[in-house]
């Protein structure tokens, strides 16, 4: 359909045409099925989120702009909780790590890893201040954060909490 | 931000064993890169390995080495040149570990170890076949039957093989391989590999076809299409069986004598995006940059499936919870559900 009349169509129409037409613009880096099967939240390098409702011809719910960090590494956006009932990502900002409900996309937890601090056994207390490259639950529920400087920060998932850092 | 730098890798090869599966030796040829062809003869207790790369300022070398010594973990330099004529296709005349011929899509030169190990290079003399681009050569005996004749079986991407004697490189017949079978499409027969048995000539296209002729081009014995360019083809050493490569990364199995054809491996063409698991059907989903969605049993390794997407590249993919549907992500933004039992596309979102 070609917008050429002004007129016809209406700034907020088009607004509403443009979210329902198209879900993505970029190349898709993340698709994830809700644990029922019912939704279809994908990704893209742009940083948007979109859900889509699988039982209805795959017409997008919810489309939420710039939430993910912009990928460059190609490496795969969205990790999923072992149940499907959580997503994490990295954003808005390489430094942080959000984790959001899978049927609505609400977000549920959001760690600022540029800010982490955690006691070792030798009682030393180390800041984790770098940017994120990619994040993945664990079957258990921990929450892996891969680094820019190769390193892994565990987060307990529930909590936000720092566990390890892993050089 | 540092400068990049095109880094200078050199090339290295590696001599293996076939029987036990072993690296024999492994050498880094100095100043080489980009190799990409190279042929190995033996006679009697003495073995050379040519191969053709590039040096740094993107020139061709031609490089031999000799391998007699191999079993004991080192090859020996033995000579090298430079040439400005790209070279696709070098192979050792057959039973003479010192000559051997290469092509390119316009040059054949003819090559000599001299016994101070210089190299020298002729090239074929003027023909009426220079404007036309050589795909692949073989060396067999000229059809004319007289067997004391080396002959130079040359295929061009016009559907024409070349018959030039190699001792008085002189063109002496031309088969035009278009003009003796039906024509499938309007687009010139290109002819893109070529290996020659006793009794046959067995001849892969670009658009597929590995076809059986009889040694004198006259008849087609067996036609088998495959899905993609034939790259290589490869006689046993019994010559009752044809190995098949094809553009797709499939490798097949074509026994002459019983005429069966046999798939015995195929493979992604570059590098793999994602992939997802079926635990319960023992299935897995691979997507990758070769524009491929490939289904795979994981138990036997064998590829189930194949969608092959032209214009789009496939980045990611994921089954639905239930494992009957699979979702794939493209590149250009695209999403596409298709249906397993079914093949087909149930959706495409934009």
Known sequence: MKLSNEKQFPNQIRFCLFFFDRHHQGSINGLVYSSNGFYLISSDEN????????????????????????????????????????????????????????????????????????????????TSAEAALFAR???????????????????????????NIVR | MSKKTRVFILAIIRLWKFETRRCLCATRVSNIQNLHSLDFAV???????????????????????????????????????????????IRFVPGDITRFLS???????????????????????????????????????SSKKKSSELAIYLTTKTGQILEILYDERRLIRVHNLADKIKPIQDSALAISTLTCTKHFSIIGTDDGYVRVWSNDFSQVHIEAKYEQTIMKLISSYDQTRILILTASGSLNLLNLVTKQHRNLFRSHMKSITDVDYDDSKKQMISV??????????????????????????????????SREIFACGFHNGTIKIFDLKTSRILNETK
């Not at chain 1, 702009?65 to 994490?88: G, M, P, W």
């Not at chain 2, 194949?306 to 639905?320: A, G, N």
């Open chain 2, 103 to 141: 092509i390119g899509t316009d040059n054949i030169q003819f090559w000599r170890i001299k016994s101070d190990n210089d190299l020298q290079s002729i090239n074929l003399a003027e023909n009426d076949f220079r404007q036309v681009e050589y795909t692949d050569f073989q060396f067999d005996y």
């Open chain 1, 47 to 126: 940083g948007d989120l979109c859900l889509s409702d699988a039982e209805n011809k795959y017409k997008s719910l919810k489309i939420l702009q710039n939430v993910l960090v912009r990928n460059e590494n190609s490496s795969l956006a969205l990790s999923t909780s072992s149940d499907r009932k959580y997503i994490v990502y990295i954003g808005p900002t390489e430094y942080l790590v959000t984790i959001i409900e899978t049927n609505t996309l609400n977000q549920t937890l959001r760690i600022d890893i540029s800010s982490c601090t955690y006691v070792t056994d030798e009682q030393q207390t180390v």
């Open chain 2, 43 to 89: 006679e009697k207790s003495s073995s050379s390995i040519v191969l053709v790369g590039q040096d740094e300022h993107s020139r061709t070398v031609v490089c031999v080495y000799n391998t007699s010594n191999a079993l004991k973990g080192s090859i020996e330099f033995l000579s090298r040149a430079t040439t400005d004529v790209l070279i696709t296709h």
């Open chain 1, 137 to 163: 639950f664990t079957p258990s529920r921990f929450l892996l954060v891969a680094t820019k400087t190769f390193r892994l920060l565990k987060f307990d998932s529930y909590s936000g909490k720092l566990l």
């Open chain 2, 288 to 321: 990758g940059q070769d524009g491929t969605i490939r289904l795979w049993c994981f138990r036997t390794g064998k590829q189930l499936a194949e969608f092959i997407s032209e214009k789009e590249t496939p980045l990611v993919v994921t089954y639905t919870p």
